[in-house]
Structure formats: C-alpha cells, structure tokens
C-alpha cells in the first residue's frame, strides 16, 4: 500500500518570501501521480499542481512549483513571493496508475501562515 | 466552482434523525468520492464508487449508507449517527483510470458538507 508522509505539521512565511513543503512517500509502483491540494479556511480542496511520474521535467504552476525526486520519493512544493491567501492548510496527495486502484491517498497535512 | 456540487452545506441533525447528503458532478466522470475530515485528524477515505458501482467501503460504520444512482449523483444516508460523526464531509470525482496524461488522473473536491450531530 501507498503511504504519504509530511512530517512539518506547521510552517510559516514572511509575505513576499519563498517557502518549501515537503513530502515523501513509498510506493513499488513505477508509474503513478502526484498532487498537491489547498484547503484555506473554507475548506474548499483546491488542486494547486499536479505531476505525473514518468515526466522528469518539474512541474510549474505560476508562483507554485515542486522538486520532484523520483528515486528518493520525494515531492516538495515550493511556493514564491508568498501571498497573504497563500495561507492555508496544503496536503500532498498520490494516485496510482495501475490496477483498481482508484483514488488519492494523503498526507496528514500542513499549515501554512504567512506573516504580513 | 470545480463541477462538483455538495448540498446542503452546512446540516444540524439530532442523533435520532435522518438525513441525506447529496453530491452531484458535472465532469463527466465515472468515479465519485466521500471523504470525511474531523478536527485534528488526517482526511478518512469513506467509499468509492467506479461506474456506479462501490469499489471500496474502509470500514465505515453502517449508520452512513452510501448510495450512486448514477456517475453523476452521490447521496450518503446518515441515521442514529454519534456526535463524534460531526465532521466536514467532502465529496469528490474523477475518472475511473485516465490513462497517461495528467486530466484524466485529478480528482475535483467539492466544497464540503459541514455536519453537526447533536
């Protein structure tokens, strides 16, 4: 089974700067999916960046971009000129390719503030 | 606005009630979602249903019972639920396996159901 870890519960970030998220997680497969989602304090679970495994090229989102390390397993989002709604809770996410198996596995999850 | 509808978006039920929670996609997907989250705690997968049909059931207790008339309509029926069920209850959909290509692979979240059991 997929696991996703974040292990930073909290993080915070001076308006204007660049802060980095991390994520790890395990899998066998070789081809899969990662996300990242934000939830501000609506709850509302909004897709921030997405990135699909075989690509080697990181993908870019405006201000938001990852580190994608595939043999390392890891997918850390970087987030530039940090905005006051850039506060939220953010959560990696993986989706496997293969099988039945269809749907997003989590992590527990990061809150971020951003500090005028 | 993701496509993926939730009503209502806020409900107070007694823990003898019934109620239903409603979830309608306009994505034309064929996977639709329930996921509950509660305070200080990590998104619990609910079910999962491909082509109508329930894929996955982790565990949930039977006072939710889930129902998918169609790819497109998602209920889940609450009854003698426990206070400890209030929680923000998050529908979503996608479809079942995109293949290669990053569209077809995202799941789309609605904008959640707040539910207060009392």
């Known amino acids: 089974a997929q696991t996703v870890t974040q292990s930073q519960p909290e993080m915070s970030v001076q308006e204007a700067e660049t802060v980095t998220l991390s994520c790890t997680y395990d899998?066998?497969?070789?081809?899969?999916?990662l996300f990242w989602y934000k939830q501000p304090p609506s709850r509302q679970m909004i897709l921030v960046i997405r990135q699909e495994a075989y690509k080697q090229q990181n993908a870019t989102e405006n201000r938001f971009s990852v580190n994608f390390q595939k043999a390392a397993k890891s997918f850390s989002l970087k987030i530039s000129d940090s905005q006051l709604g850039d506060a939220a809770m953010y959560f990696c996410a993986y989706r496997s390719l293969t099988g039945a198996n269809s749907k997003l596995t989590f992590g527990k999850g990061i809150t971020l503030s951003v500090r005028p | 606005e993701t496509g993926v509808t939730q009503t209502p978006r806020h409900l107070v039920m007694g823990m003898t009630n019934k109620k239903s929670l409603k979830c309608e996609q306009h994505l034309g997907h064929n996977a639709m979602y329930w996921y509950k989250q509660s305070a200080k705690k990590p998104l619990e997968l609910m079910f999962v249903y491909n082509f109508k049909e329930q894929t996955e059931n982790n565990s949930v207790p039977s006072r939710f019972s889930p129902e998918c008339p169609n790819s497109s309509h998602l209920f889940l029926h609450l009854h003698t639920l426990q206070p400890e069920d209030s929680a923000l209850y998050l529908c979503a959909s996608s479809q079942v396996q995109g293949g290669r290509g990053i569209g077809g692979n995202t799941i789309y979240f609605g904008e959640g159901s707040w539910l207060t059991v009392v």
């Open positions: 899998t066998s497969e070789s081809d899969y999916y």
